[in-house]
């Protein structure tokens, strides 16, 4: 699964409203849709929403969310962040699709089981400061569980450093792909769980964007998985040569052997240092075992390397400059 940057995402949105064709009013709403899907089977119909949006897309975003809770029965108010600005056009139309059943508070008093954040979306790239980022600390102070729209507000989608004030969600429940700043650990605090639904961008363009970044979890990986033939052997399944451990740290290339063996090679070969000879015999009968010829160390080049068709090189290996040879 790949994970496009900010700039790439808005290209995949531009496609798929030119070439669906779709209004981006009704992609917006279609996105809305998704989160509600995903609201419904995780929160029950007796909590308190308060809706928090902002002006720009997110915000729409956030309004259609609160008019589809709505009319599912939740019990919704909303708090315009920005309520003197003209706002983003598919904003003002969601602004105007609200019910006037729903209530418009002008001071926030948290009075809520939920607060669903939209105020920034990922568009966002400056630190959030001012009204703005008291209003984020004000909402992180609640002691209300929080859930945001794509991407908490504040956050910078494409990982990159952040400062100012940034939503700290319980959730965040982010549209059509993952952000490359979900995976940063540094910004744990400002993601929480995590949920991708579908609001139907084009796959084409989505495939054809080109990325360095990719995610991979046990749906998408199910499909790399090819059928074993019944009268198979280990032979066709590819020989893996993993190079590591030193003195005190077999361990390394014992684990990384192990899990080549448990993610599909048919034969493992391990090289390791003398010392390791007797542990990785021991502990993983399955593999194959080289050793250095040195006790302590891996240092020296590793030869018939067309006799592999997987090359794994470092766990365990040490910093010591004898192996630098490799």
Same mark, same amino acid.
């Given at each position: ?23 981006? +009013?009704?992609?917006?709403?279609? $996105? ?17 929403? /308060? ?10 975003? $956030? ?41 418009? +508070?002008?001071? /926030? ?9 939209? +105020? ?80 139907? /961008?084009?796959? $084409? ?120 040879? /490799?």
């Amino acid at each position: 699964m790949q994970i496009l940057s900010a700039e790439q995402t808005r290209k995949a949105d531009a496609y798929t409203i030119a070439n669906e064709p779709i209004k981006s +009013i009704d992609l917006m709403e279609r $996105a809305s849709q998704a989160f509600v899907d995903w609201f419904t089977l995780k929160f029950n119909v007796n909590k308190d929403l /308060l809706v928090i949006a902002g002006s720009g897309n997110n915000g729409g975003d $956030a309004l259609a969310i609160a008019r589809i809770l709505y009319e599912k029965k939740y019990h919704v108010e909303v708090y315009l962040a920005s309520p003197q600005s003209q706002g983003s056009d598919d904003y003002a139309i969601n602004l105007k699709r609200l019910p006037p059943e729903i209530k418009r +508070i002008e001071q /926030l008093d948290f009075n809520c089981d939920i607060i669903i954040d939209g +105020i920034f979306g990922s568009g966002i790239a400056r630190p959030i400061e001012g009204e703005l980022g008291t209003l984020i600390d004000k909402i992180n102070g609640s002691g209300k569980l929080i859930v945001s729209v794509d991407i908490a507000s504040g956050l910078i989608p494409d990982g990159l450093p952040v400062e100012g004030s940034v939503i700290k969600p319980d959730f965040t429940v982010s549209f059509q792909l993952p952000k490359l700043a979900f995976m940063l650990p540094e910004n744990s605090n400002n993601v929480g769980q995590w949920a991708m639904v579908d609001i139907g /961008l084009d796959d $084409a363009i989505i495939t054809a964007q080109k990325t360095g970044y990719h995610y991979f979890n046990e749906d998408n990986t199910k499909g790399l998985l090819r059928p074993r033939l019944k009268f198979a052997h280990k032979g066709d399944f590819g020989h893996a040569l993993i190079v590591g451990g030193s003195f005190g740290k077999i361990g390394a290339n014992l684990l990384a052997s192990k899990a080549c063996l448990k993610t599909g090679a048919g034969l493992i070969t391990s090289l390791v240092p003398n010392c390791g000879y007797p542990i990785l015999q021991t502990a993983f009968p399955e593999a194959m075992c080289l050793v250095s010829g040195t006790n302590h160390l891996i240092n020296f080049e590793v030869k018939n390397l067309s006799n592999y068709s997987t090359l794994g090189i470092g766990p365990g290996i040490g910093t010591n400059l004898e192996t630098l040879s /490799l």
